[in-house]
């Protein structure tokens, strides 16, 4: 800026100033330099101050107050609970850093031929007969059966009230045989406590007089003094053992077991037994021993066998018996007769003539939702187009539902929209808290991750290339289906008491509204297209659309700004109604909602977008065509078989601009499913039609998700990748069509005698193959064949595939 006045007003000193050593041009002629350099330093300080704020943006929290209020001790019923679905069994505290507790076992004569034997984190290789929540209400207490090749583990969990840090609980592992035929076998229990490194505390094995270990001592930030007795019950103890180690992460507990089994003789015996090593501690150059974070007791038994692990908190003044023996069952009993009665009061099964073992399915399958909502805390991973590479969220807590205990153990964005429809229904306070917990992680930007991998457990369950989420993609919003079931069926709980709930989650509901709108429009005005699709990629025959939910349900073959997707446009006109509903309950003025939705459900509109003349039905827009297949590049005859070349895609015909009307499935149902549609359209009247047309979708299983006439029914989408969306029966989009059919079999209009036959069909058709699939498998499944309804996919799949229970129910 001096240099800027000196120009202005030059005088001969300062000419005489800046006059160049080697010339006598008066410095008039040099100012507009120095001013111009000056500016461009401006230009580039501020470019890069601006690309800095762009590179930040992605992982910038959404600044306003956030919503979770209560964590930890502030909702001290909730303060343990089973909140690690990807083990067996174990227990933690909703606080960032938790004392860990968790189960292993094994059978000795068969670990010593396999050590994969020895059972940790749900795992599907494990083979395991079954394993589900028979009982659990989210709070209070939990009932587990797992079967392990007809041998029975029934795990079983009370807390009490009471003291300064959450109170206390028990724990009871039962071992018995399914017929008999495994009593008198050796198995091993092996019962752990665990802290991670950052948790402000300490723990330590507490040695009896015979120097076995009796439990655990310790002492945390979060949980104050406590102690942990484990205590065989019954039948015959064969061996105790203990270790008391370091290990290097809670992903690591398994293989730090593995790495301190040794075999040791059995007293007046030659028998050798597998047992843990005692205490193995590194000492310190300064000659000082390390303290343990992992402490493991064994406790080896015959079958029928049974120990009990009490955690005693030492912050109670008045306690004045323990939880254990009589006193557990006691409780247990108790809060059992609760849940059932609880259960028969919102879902009246009973009173709908369910028989006893259709209402213990849906006690179970209830219970594995509730049981299957994890606490995670840690960092994701996230990506925009302004960072050279992945960067970190910020560390935040999430408490969530996840889909599969086994195969996906960790937050999903669109499958909690689904879950919350369960969960609401059974605990409203446990369901609004994990809305909250998910709206917390919204961003600047008003995006929320697709999918939240927190903590070393859930990272190390996910491979590599899905780990990162790109803040450009979306997911289906599923959250307004929880949202809009609240207004529907809580509305006067909602008013009464969860009004300030609503209040402070509009601006984030705004933003995240606002976020779909914007940045995933199409070319023309109403219209929308998923981002994320791979427009390059030769391998896939049609590129995945993995932000629609759908994956790799067919789209327009070739991928271009042109697409417009007939799913998200309804998405985001259902979501404009459910905010709608919301800003007038708040008693907002704002009509831009109501407008919004009137625009994007005007029918005719729709039609002209979407509706393919050639079919007459909704479908997506796009680049497409049909003559695409997979094939082998060929290659010198010569070339050894290890080192062919992957299946590449091969275009036979250009793709034109036109109506992707020949994958006929779900997505050519979303304006009937989220209600869109006129009752008295005539294209209603179609969507029903096809509905039942057995070449298409309907099975006496439920809907298939693509019609067999679709030129990629059950097509590899890679030379590897089984089809997925491509034909299965998922429970999400059937529930949907169901609550659809339902709503217009109750709807003035010509068709509703059409949606109401519809309506009882396909619910029981769900209903029945679910069940009869369950107690052939042992298993809720993730998808269901569309020939034989036998499960498909990953299991137990206990997250939207639960929604059974509210067909059962009939709670739309």
């Known amino acids: 800026m001096a240099r800027s006045k000196t120009y202005d007003k030059p005088s001969k000193t300062k000419s005489r100033t800046f006059t160049s050593l080697n010339s006598k041009k008066n410095t008039s002629f040099q100012m507009p330099v120095n001013y111009i350099l000056c500016v461009i330093c401006i230009g580039i300080a501020a470019w890069f101050s601006y690309k800095g704020y762009l590179e930040t943006r992605v992982n910038t929290p959404y600044n306003i107050d956030k919503l979770v209020i209560k964590s930890g001790l502030d909702s001290p019923d909730r303060y343990w609970g089973t909140y690690r679905p990807g083990t067996y069994f174990g227990l933690k505290t909703r606080d960032p850093h938790s004392l860990v507790t968790g189960l292993m076992w094994y059978f000795p004569h068969l670990l010593q031929q396999n050590r994969n034997r020895l059972r940790h984190w749900c795992e599907q290789g494990d083979g395991l007969d079954r394993y589900s929540w028979l009982e659990h209400d989210g709070r209070t207490f939990g009932i587990q059966e797992i ?44 019962f752990y406590t665990a802290i991670e490194d950052n948790t402000k505390g300490n723990i330590k094995a507490s040695i009896g007089n015979d120097e076995q ?41 398994k293989e730090t077991i593995l790495h301190n089994f040794k075999l040791a003789s059995q007293k007046g015996s030659k028998k050798r037994r597998i047992v843990l090593a005692g205490e193995q501690l590194p000492i310190t150059p300064e000659g000082k021993r390390l303290d343990p974070n992992f402490i493991a007791t064994q406790v080896t038994g015959k079958i029928p066998f049974e120990i009990e692990i009490a955690y005693e908190s030492n912050s109670y003044t008045d306690k004045l018996d323990k939880l254990s023996g009589s006193n557990f069952d006691t409780l247990l009993e108790m809060h059992r007769s609760t849940f059932n009665t609880k259960f028969e009061q919102i879902f009246k099964l009973r009173s709908k003539g369910y028989s006893e073992s259709d209402i213990s399915f849906a006690k179970m399958a209830l219970s594995n939702m509730i049981g299957s909502i994890g606490y995670f805390y840690g960092n994701a991973q996230v990506q925009s187009i302004y960072t050279k590479g992945p960067v970190p969220y910020w ?83 599923t959250f307004f289906l929880t949202l809009n079931f609240l207004i529907q069926h809580k509305h006067d709980e909602m008013l009464r008491e969860h009004f300030e709930f609503l209040d402070k989650i509009y601006p984030r509901l705004q933003a995240w509204f606002n976020w779909f709108n914007t940045t995933q429009q199409g070319n023309l005005p109403s219209t929308y297209r998923w981002r994320g699709r791979d427009g390059i990629t030769n391998r896939e025959l049609n590129p995945k659309t993995l932000t629609s939910g759908l994956d790799d349900y067919p789209r327009a073959s070739h991928p271009s700004e042109d697409e417009r997707h007939i799913d998200l446009r309804c998405w985001i006109a259902f979501a404009s109604n459910v905010m709608s509903q919301i800003t007038e309950i708040l008693h907002h003025s704002n009509k831009r909602y109501s407008e919004t939705f009137d625009y994007l459900s005007d029918n005719q509109l729709l039609n002209q977008l979407h509706w393919s003349p050639s079919t007459q039905a909704y479908a997506d827009y796009g680049l497409h065509t049909n003559k695409v297949k997979l094939e082998r590049p060929s290659i010198p005859s010569h070339t050894p078989p290890q080192v062919q070349p992957e299946k590449v895609r091969v275009v036979l015909e250009d793709p034109i601009l036109k109506y992707v009307d020949t994958s006929f499935g ?62 299965a029966i998922w429970m999400n989009l059937n529930y949907l069509t169901v609550r659809a059919t339902h709503y217009y079999s109750k709807v003035d209009g010509p068709y509703q005698p059409k949606a109401k036959k519809i309506y009882n069909e396909l619910r029981q058709n769900l209903i029945q193959n679910v069940i009869k699939q369950y107690n052939i498998s042992g298993y809720i499944w993730e998808n269901y064949g569309d020939n034989q309804g036998d499960g498909k996919g990953s299991h137990p799949f206990t997250g939207w595939t639960s929604l059974v229970v509210l067909l059962m129910a009939e709670i739309y």
């Open 395 to 477: 560390k935040a807590p999430l408490y969530t539902a996840v889909p599969s205990r086994s195969f996906f153990p960790r937050g999903f964005l669109w499958d909690e929209g689904f879950h919350g429809l369960l969960i609401s229904s059974w605990d409203l306070e446990i369901e609004l808290d994990i809305i909250n917990h998910w709206f917390d992680l919204m961003n600047v930007e008003g995006w929320i991750p697709r999918e939240m991998i927190l903590g070393q457990e859930a990272l190390a369950k996910v491979p590599q290339e899905f780990v990162t989420q790109v803040n450009t993609n979306a997911n289906p919003p």
């Open 213 to 253: 270990i009796t439990g655990v001592k310790g002492s945390t930030k979060g949980l104050g003094s406590f102690d942990l007795r484990i205590i065989p019950i019954k039948g015959e103890v064969q061996e105790h053992s203990f270790l008391s180690a370091i290990a290097p992460g809670l992903n690591l507990l």
């Open 666 to 727: 779900y997505v050519s149902l979303f304006p009937f499913i989220l209600q869109i549609i006129e009752p008295t359209s005539s294209q209603l009247d179609k969507i029903l039609d096809d509905l039942k047309n057995p070449n298409l979708l309907w099975t006496k299983f439920g809907l298939r998700s693509l019609a067999k006439t679709s030129p990629l029914y059950m097509k590899y989408n890679t030379e590897h990748d089984a089809p997925y969306w491509r034909g």
């Open 147 to 190: 079967v392990d090749n007809s041998a029975i583990l029934t795990t079983s969990f009370v807390k009490r009230p009471g003291g300064r840090y959450g109170g206390e609980w028990t724990v009871r592992i039962n071992v018995s045989s399914q017929h008999h035929d495994r009593d008198g076998e050796e198995i091993s229990l092996i």
